[in-house]
């Protein structure tokens, strides 16, 4: 554990509208990826700590749940505007604590206001349905309601627009909601605490618990928990949507990926090799929406020749520098696990076409860096092409037709999304018909849906039903009442 400099920050939960001292004697440094510093400290919270999280909201439930639904929509619209009033400022603790480039981050807290903006359409959103006369004299009606206290687990990648997929829209619908933001990067957290109580949001609503492992494990086995959000790795997400469910749980868990971007032979040259460029190595390749795959069709040795060299003159730096496009990982040891793939990808029998690990100059002290990594002939049973390995490392694999590159993509265990660059037709209705990942560009590089659709990833990439997002989200947050009445 890195040294903690005297102006760090310890951490505090923040429970029933205050900032809280966790019950625990561990805490871990959270470190800017771009320099490997301690910026501050953050306490692993234990199951003391989601206890009383979850009694504040518990009683805090009883009356957000009665609180007429454009009184909570009107706390949504203030909400927004304070976060769109504090758009730089969150953009810039984003880079600081996760490292990606402040353009990156500048549009992720964007995404999250978005999520804001859905959320405040709750009165029209939770509306429920009816139906007159069923049988002579009997009408049926439909109403939504919220569920009681649920809970959000987030990654590192996204510290402001993952949480705000969850607890806004969870808020909206009239739920109270514990997060357990990632310890990497908990301190944008705080702020969209502090901000939702400018707003005007009464204690206990929404509460937040740092920590790590105890912290999940206290929600899973919480009996006043009544539905879990998760988004994170594969095995972590399989575990949490296991473990819930069998306590009875609403459950929905977003987990790993390994995207395709495919290049037929018609493709605007320019437009997949600059899509292609910033979808694998922005933010540093941690985007459960990165492409790590490309799958090029038919003679693709020219196409492959040019990424190469548009790839060499990416700049990799700190975030805060404009000119920058890869920036940090977000631990020296993501950088190991990574440069371990490279190893193995050599070891396959893959041909190592640019060798990020030759642009590391300096030591973990200098951040956690790794430069721009690409094997070509990679072929679908290589590890490298199987696993997510979450940094700037792009596989090239070989196709003769859409037919097989289709059935490459197809092969793979996760389904989170997948691109096309193409100009015809066909090829984009075969594509939509046959590809399985659960979101799907066309000459885009991060078909990522805003709120209003649901983010959904398929196969290995999603346990649950309904999704993040959209009309998912709203159907996740409320239970539905049937009433029959005879006049
Ligand atoms: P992670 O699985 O390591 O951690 C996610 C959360 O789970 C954190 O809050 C962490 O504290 C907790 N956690 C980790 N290990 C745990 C364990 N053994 N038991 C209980 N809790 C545990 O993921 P990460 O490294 O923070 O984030 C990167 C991953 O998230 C990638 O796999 C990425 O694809 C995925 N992701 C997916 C989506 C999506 O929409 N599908 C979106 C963003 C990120």
Request: hydrophobic letters at 40%.
């Amino acid at each position: 554990m890195a040294t903690i400099d005297q102006d760090t920050r310890t951490l505090k939960n923040y429970i029933n509208g205050k900032w809280v001292d966790a019950n625990t004697e561990e805490y871990l440094d959270v470190t800017n990826p771009a320099t490997g510093k301690a910026i501050a400290s953050v306490p692993i919270s234990s199951s003391r700590d989601v206890d009383q999280a979850v009694e504040t909201a518990k009683k805090a439930y009883k009356s957000w749940s009665k609180t007429p639904v454009p009184k909570r929509a009107r706390i949504l619209f203030k909400y927004q505007q304070l976060l769109t009033d504090n758009h730089e400022q969150l953009a810039e603790l984003v880079t600081l604590e996760n490292g990606k480039s402040y353009k990156e981050a500048y549009g992720e807290v964007l995404r999250g206001i978005e999520c804001v903006e859905f959320a405040a359409g709750a009165p029209s959103l939770m509306m429920g349905e009816t139906l007159s006369t069923i049988a002579t004299d009997i009408d049926s009606q439909m109403f939504r309601f919220p569920l009681g206290v649920v809970t959000g687990i987030a990654p590192f990648n996204f510290p402001m627009m993952v949480p705000c997929w969850m607890f806004p829209l969870a808020i909206a619908c009239g739920n109270t909601f514990v997060l357990k933001p990632s310890e990497q990067t908990p301190m944008l957290a705080n702020k969209l605490a502090e901000l939702f109580t400018e707003a005007g949001l009464p204690e206990g609503v929404f509460n937040v618990v740092h920590g790590a492992h105890d912290v999940v494990n206290g929600f899973l086995g919480h009996e006043d928990i009544k539905a879990i959000s998760f988004v994170g790795s594969e095995p972590v997400a399989k575990y949490v949507y296991e473990q819930a469910a069998a306590n009875g749980k609403r459950v929905q868990a977003l987990a790993g990926a390994k995207n395709h971007h495919i290049v037929m032979p018609d493709a605007d040259e320019e437009v997949s090799i600059q899509n292609i460029i910033s979808s694998s190595f922005g933010s540093a390749g941690q985007r459960c929406m990165a492409c790590s795959a490309v799958v090029v069709v038919g003679d693709g040795d020219d196409f492959v020749q040019q990424l190469k060299e548009k790839v060499d003159e990416v700049k990799m730096g700190p975030g805060m520098d404009e000119s920058v496009l890869l920036t940090p990982v977000i631990r020296e040891a993501n950088c190991a696990n990574a440069m371990k793939y490279i190893e193995l990808g050599i070891e396959e029998g893959a041909t190592l076409i640019r060798d990020g690990r030759e642009d590391r100059n300096g030591e973990e002290e200098d951040g956690y860096f790794l430069g721009a990594t690409i094997f070509d002939h990679v072929t679908p049973s290589m590890s490298i092409a199987k696993d997510e390995i979450f940094a700037p490392v792009l596989s090239i694999l070989r196709a003769d037709n859409l037919d097989e590159a289709l059935e490459i993509i197809n092969k793979s265990r996760f389904g989170n999304s997948a691109t096309l660059y193409t100009r015809d037709a066909k090829a984009v209705r075969q594509f939509r018909e046959e590809a399985e990942p659960g979101m799907l560009g066309v000459n885009v590089g991060v078909p990522a849906p805003m709120a209003f659709f649901p983010f959904s990833g398929s196969k290995n990439s999603f346990f649950g039903d309904l999704h993040a997002n959209g009309k998912d989200g709203v159907q996740f947050y409320t239970r539905k009442k049937m009433i029959t009445s005879r006049f």
